[in-house]
């Protein structure tokens, strides 16, 4: 849940990169961390195996000066995407204010996007929260590769995006949707936030 | 040093027990690693990895604890060549809460940081008010701000 200090004017808010393994989660995140000048910045901490895969999380605090007059500041995290680490992607989501879940376009992966879509939803439902209610955007990795091996935007949104939430072709790798996917979620989540409606 | 507080009624507890257990650094934070205050950090998005870091510790240990089917464990401590920690997680009415401190293993120990640590929960419980925190208002026009803000941070 958001921290919000009226004394000193900050907001705080949590937003998770969700999403299968290997879809690009961690990626967004180098991206992000490579563009935002180091002032705004802190320190990415990447808890990751020896191959480099997310193993508890990646997180990164970002500066996003003053909205409102208040001082905003996002903390990204990245959960692991592999089957077997559910318990520490289930931590991570506690306290989330929104979720950006990153498909692979790939069309043979379309199943595990699937079954990492129906994870994120068991997993907030064991944090008590619909996923219909959390501010979500989906971000549709990937788009750079061949148009043989993947599903196109239309196709995707089909397949994923039930709720009709804010959607994002991407190329992580080289930075193509990532500001655009970051700017759909923290607008969702500050929304939600003006509403005066927490999680 | 500095100490700041998101929420005004932790600031004299955390002052109180700094002082006492002579900590370098103290950062109180929520289950889910946000920051509610801090002694001893310059940076706020540094402030911010420590508590990721030390909510994530104090979750999986607590999974673990699960996993043995016993409560979850009272306080963890590690003692460095020249600092140690000591992380712990307490109820409040505000929800639990979880504390990370750091010591210079010359000025302080863990002996003396967890004598004063039962007094610190007990300040917290005490000063915690039992009222909800207010609904939050941000301008209409936040989405402008917002997207100027973000495009300054990518260079656009």
Redesign the interface.
């Known amino acids: 849940?958001?921290?919000?200090?009226?004394?000193?004017r900050?907001?705080?808010c949590?937003i998770v990169y969700y999403g299968p393994g290997r879809s690009g989660k961690t990626t967004n995140l180098h991206y992000v961390y490579g563009?935002?000048?180091d002032a705004?910045?802190?320190?990415m901490?990447s808890?990751a195996t020896q191959t480099d895969r997310t193993l508890?999380?990646d997180?990164l605090?970002?500066?996003?000066?003053?909205?409102?007059?208040?001082a905003?500041?996002f903390?990204l995290?990245t959960v692991p995407g592999q089957v077997y680490y559910n318990?520490?992607r289930r931590?991570?989501l506690?306290?989330?204010d929104g979720v950006v879940f990153v498909a692979d376009s790939q069309a043979r992966q379309l199943d595990e996007n699937l079954e990492s879509l129906q994870n994120l939803q068991s997993n907030l439902l064991e944090h008590g929260v619909d996923v219909r209610a959390m501010p979500l955007a989906l971000q549709y990795n990937k788009q750079d590769l061949p148009r043989e091996l993947i599903l196109s935007q239309a196709d995707l949104d089909d397949a994923l995006n039930f709720r009709g939430v804010p959607s994002f072709a991407a190329d992580a790798l080289h930075g193509v949707g990532v500001?655009e996917t970051?700017?759909g979620i923290?607008?969702l989540v500050?929304?939600r936030?003006?509403a005066?409606s927490t999680a | 040093m500095t100490t700041?507080a998101?929420?005004?009624w932790t600031l004299q507890p955390l002052v109180k027990f700094t002082k006492e257990a002579e900590a370098r650094l103290v950062l109180l934070m929520?289950?889910?690693?946000?920051?509610?205050a801090q002694h001893g950090f310059s940076?706020?998005?540094?402030v911010?990895?420590a508590a990721?870091?030390g909510a994530?510790i104090i979750?999986?240990t607590a999974?673990m604890a699960k996993e043995l089917k016993q409560p979850p464990f009272a306080a963890l401590s590690h003692q460095g060549e020249r600092h140690g920690i000591f992380l712990a997680g307490f109820g409040t009415p505000r929800g639990m809460l979880v504390a990370l401190v750091v010591y210079d293993i010359e000025v302080s120990s863990v002996g003396l940081v967890q004598l004063f640590f039962e007094q610190f929960v007990a300040d917290l419980q005490a000063a915690c008010p039992k009222e909800g925190?207010?609904?939050?208002?941000?301008?209409?026009?936040?989405?402008r701000?917002?997207?100027d803000?973000?495009k300054?941070?990518?260079?656009?």
């Open positions: 849940m958001s921290l919000v200090n009226f004394t000193t900050e907001i705080t949590k563009r935002v000048p705004r910045r802190g320190r901490v808890l508890f999380f997180f605090p970002i500066d996003l000066g003053q909205i409102s007059g208040f905003t500041r903390q995290y318990a520490t931590l991570v506690q306290g989330a500001f970051l700017k923290s607008e500050l929304k936030l003006a005066g | 700041r998101v929420e005004a929520t289950s889910a690693g946000q920051v509610m940076r706020a998005v540094e911010m990895s990721a870091l994530a979750a999986s999974e925190v207010p609904k939050q208002v941000l301008a209409a026009d936040f989405e701000e917002l997207s803000s973000l300054t941070l990518f260079g656009r």
